[in-house]
């Protein structure tokens, strides 16, 4: 769980980059490392942020979702260069999926042309041309046609429960700030960082 000092200021610096004009200040790096030891980074988009950790959404059957599941602790990296002199929030812990209810709710709120997609896609699958793909979302479309498309079991939500959470504060010369928080059971505790 993160405590309010966190969440405070998480918020107050996502609030920060929306209000600076950033066209997705929601983008997050997230990492992630195979069974063998393979590291392989993405970009994502953070779709909350709670006390238990920090939510986005994918296709368990896709590349981040086999790593995850092989290795669930992952690493999640925030930079938004237009807040202040440029802000970084870096985030360690493990990703759990969320209770399939709760993906449920999420899937209902997305585009229907998303809900579709994520039937049609077969997400880090070889894909032969673009017609295939097009095909597919073609049949999803008609298959749900006149009714709500429900969320496919392979595609769901995780929540990343962080014991890291860094913010980063760049500063003239190079002199940055850092701020590193680590939980110790359920304590957090934070010591500054040389940059």
Same mark, same amino acid.
């Given at each position: 769980m993160l405590n309010r000092e966190i969440l405070d200021t998480f918020t107050q610096l996502l609030e920060e980059a929306k209000a600076s004009g950033d066209r997705e200040p929601t983008a997050m790096n997230l990492a992630t490392v195979d069974a063998a030891g393979r590291v392989s980074? =993405? &970009? &994502?988009?953070?779709?909350?942020?709670e006390e238990r950790g920090f939510r986005f959404f994918t296709n368990y059957d896709s590349?981040?979702?086999? *790593?995850?599941?092989a290795h669930p602790q992952v690493a999640l990296n925030f930079h938004w260069k237009g807040v202040r002199e440029g802000v970084q929030v870096r985030i360690e812990g493990a990703a759990r999926k969320l209770m399939p209810e709760e993906s449920d709710a999420y899937f209902?709120?997305?585009?229907? @042309?998303?809900?579709? $997609?994520?039937?049609?896609? !077969?997400?880090? *699958?070889? !894909?032969?041309?673009? %017609?295939? +793909? %097009? *095909?597919? &979302?073609?049949? #999803?479309? *008609?298959?749900f046609e006149g009714r709500d498309v429900p969320r496919p079991a392979h595609w769901g @939500? #995780?929540? &990343? %429960?962080?014991d890291t959470v860094e913010f980063w504060y $760049?500063?003239? +010369? =190079? !002199?940055h700030e850092r701020v590193r928080w680590s939980r110790h059971g359920q304590t957090w505790t934070h010591r500054l960082l040389y940059p």
């Open positions: 980074s =993405r &970009v &994502v988009l953070l779709k909350d942020v590349d981040k979702g086999s *790593q995850i599941e209902a709120t997305r585009p229907r @042309g998303s809900q579709v $997609g994520a039937w049609a896609s !077969l997400q880090s *699958q070889t !894909l032969p041309d673009r %017609e295939t +793909f %097009e *095909q597919r &979302v073609a049949r #999803y479309e *008609q298959e @939500g #995780y929540v &990343v %429960e962080p $760049g500063a003239q +010369f =190079r !002199l």
